[in-house]
């Protein structure tokens, strides 16, 4: 598991490096903070992201949210010091684990598994998310596909999916995709015979 490490301070990302080592987690890579972060980041195609800020500026914190939100990734991120506020725009940032006054190359890599595994959760959620709202689109816009083939055709509703799903098994369509076009189709003719 390749891991980027991201700090101000060289001594401090040598600690980190070592406790990342001590648990067998040798593939690292030092990103210098004062380099392009995303380019780097895209360059070494880390599977985690560490960063250890020690007393981070509001402009700074929000610098690394921006990149966050933009990764994709596992971020576990120490600070020194932190407010409310700050801990709340972190995980809107997307990132994973938000540890305060909590460096300890001892707690590195139990942070670093949390992190992975909120990570995954997170996304497995999200994908559910876009998963049931990709299914309540397509049962709408079959529902409107159905209501215009009943009107049209002067058909019942079992008849008008039984339709929809005839054809789509015959071209080999989504029920959906059939459904998308009788839809379209019907804003664009409207009324027409």
Known sequence: MRIAIIDTSTTRAAIIAEGLRDAGLDDQVVIDPAGPLARQIEACAPEVVLINLENPSRDQLEDFFVMSRALGRPIAMFVDQSD????????????????????????????????????????????????????????????????????????????????????????????????????TSDALMGDLP
Do not use: W
């Open 84 to 183: 409310a506020e700050s801990a709340l725009a972190a995980v809107d940032a997307g990132v994973s684990a938000y540890v305060v006054d909590g460096l300890a190359r001892q707690r590195i890599k139990p942070v670093l598994d949390v992190a992975i595994r909120r990570f995954q959760a997170f996304s497995r959620l999200q994908a559910e998310l876009a998963e049931a709202k990709t299914a309540l689109a397509d049962r709408q816009t079959i529902d409107r596909a159905k209501a215009i083939l009943m009107r049209r055709r002067g058909i019942d509703e079992p008849a008008a999916y039984s339709l929809l799903r005839g054809h789509a098994m015959q071209s080999n369509r989504r029920i959906a995709e059939v459904a998308e076009a009788i839809v």
